[in-house]
């Protein structure tokens, strides 16, 4: 091996140190650099944003006051499918061939640490967004290693609906705290009113997609036990795992849950509550306007999850807004990006869409409990949740979540082997 000279140990330090200066001057176009602190966000014009199908309505309204405001720089509306996975992968796919067809994302709150460890997003400049003002949990899950690299749009809470006057017509007061107190509501219920005879006790969502990592990590939580831990360990193989799966495994087996919610995702459950069909439906707040302009306004209320002991736990819900790190027009973004996330913005969602807003005094506003009553129920649901795994290879662990939960529930695997399978994928999958 060849000595340097001390001409060619000068070249090599000026040429590293011209590669530093590049690197620390980022890009507007979309290099690669997404994931440096120096990303520098230039160019105006059109851009896109890019989330899963909107089913409120609420989105192109708020797209076209922008695009009223800045004609020679629209913003087209890219909806992809309704479910989570395939919004996941269409996004990898863009990201992955560095086009500049997509824009400004909408992530799930998940999606962050994988997003921005493969530098398929920007870091964001912290001090131009209001996150003093939003919800700690919140902010969060739009970090990673100590950096932004999302803003968040929306929160969300998981939160029980249930017949309040079907509950009243059976002489029961109150909502459940607990798993066993719903279902003796139930069967309360099917007793003594004859129009709940054929209504099945409980929904959620159980397809085997993202809903179904939520649920499941919901009953785990729920009887105390956890996924992973606080450094992304799994822990999934344990007896308090066990006592969550089993009763949704129990409730599939003994009709509590109706057979056919083993391919229920959100809109499924909703409909199957609005048309009478369960009594208690688990569902992000969204519902709650649907429900209430269909035969149920009037007929429904919220509370918080149900648990083994007590009060469940939701898994942390929302979206955050993201910039890939492959587009163009990133000033335009980045400016779009704090209107869409405004405060203003986040009130129009709440009152058009019932979407959880991530900024902390909206759900204090005495004008606003008054309209959406079940916002205190929501706040806390979003302040006592649950992180789903945040880990970098979220694809592979929630696949394996999905794939061993969904084996239990349709009998193929008994709850304690299906958690035996699931601890050595995700020993696999978080090793990586």
């Known amino acids: 091996m060849k000595t340097k000279t001390p001409r060619a140990l000068e070249c090599s330090a000026i040429l590293a140190t011209a590669a530093l200066l590049l690197t620390a001057c980022g890009s507007s176009g979309g290099s690669g650099t997404g994931g440096q602190a120096g990303t520098s966000f230039q160019g105006r014009g059109p851009i896109t944003y890019v989330a899963g199908k909107d089913t409120t309505g609420v989105v192109p309204k708020v797209i076209a006051r922008w695009n009223a405001q800045h004609p020679k720089e629209k913003v087209t509306f890219v909806q992809l499918p309704t479910d989570a996975d395939s919004q996941r992968q269409q996004m990898i796919q863009n990201a992955e061939t560095k086009s500049d067809a997509y824009t400004v994302l909408s992530l799930d709150v998940v999606w962050t640490s994988e997003f921005a460890a493969h530098q398929w997003v920007d870091r964001l400049p912290e001090n131009q967004f209001p996150l003093g003002k939003m919800l700690k949990p919140v902010v969060e899950t739009a970090k990673y290693r100590g950096g932004l690299y999302a803003v968040p749009a929306s929160s969300d809470g998981g939160m029980l609906y249930y017949r309040t006057d079907l509950l009243s017509k059976a002489g029961i007061s109150a909502p459940p705290t607990t798993w066993s107190e719903m279902t003796a509501d139930c069967a309360e219920v099917r007793k003594k009113v004859p129009a709940a005879k054929g209504m099945s006790c409980y929904a959620g969502q159980f397809q085997k997609y993202e809903g179904l990592t939520v649920n499941f990590a919901e009953a785990v939580d729920s009887a105390g036990g956890v996924v992973t831990d606080a450094n992304g360990k799994p822990e999934v193989d344990t007896s308090a795992a066990r006592r969550g799966l089993d009763f949704l495994v129990g409730s599939f087996k003994d009709g509590s849950i109706p057979k056919e919610a083993i ?159 699931l601890q050595g994928d995700l020993q696999k999958s978080t090793a990586q």
């Open 263 to 421: 391919t229920y995702q959100e809109e499924d459950s909703r409909q199957a509550f609005q048309s009478g069909k369960v009594m208690f439906l688990r569902n992000w707040p969204y519902v709650y306007s649907l429900a209430g302009k269909s035969k149920l306004g009037g007929k429904f209320a919220v509370s918080p999850l149900p648990g083994l002991n007590g009060p469940g736990s939701s898994s942390l819900g929302g979206h955050n807004l993201a910039l890939s790190s492959f587009a163009k027009n990133k000033a335009t973004a980045l400016d779009f990006m704090k209107f869409f996330s405004s405060e203003e913005s986040a009130g129009t969602f709440l009152k058009d869409a019932s979407l959880a807003p991530p900024y902390a005094d909206l759900y204090d506003k005495a004008a606003l409990v008054g309209r959406y009553p079940y916002l205190p129920v929501l706040k806390q649901s979003i302040l006592h949740a649950v992180p789903r795994p945040r880990v970098v290879q979220y694809g592979d662990v929630t696949s394996a979540i999905q794939r061993e939960a969904y084996a239990a529930l349709n009998g193929s695997k008994s709850s304690a082997q299906a958690l035996k399978d």
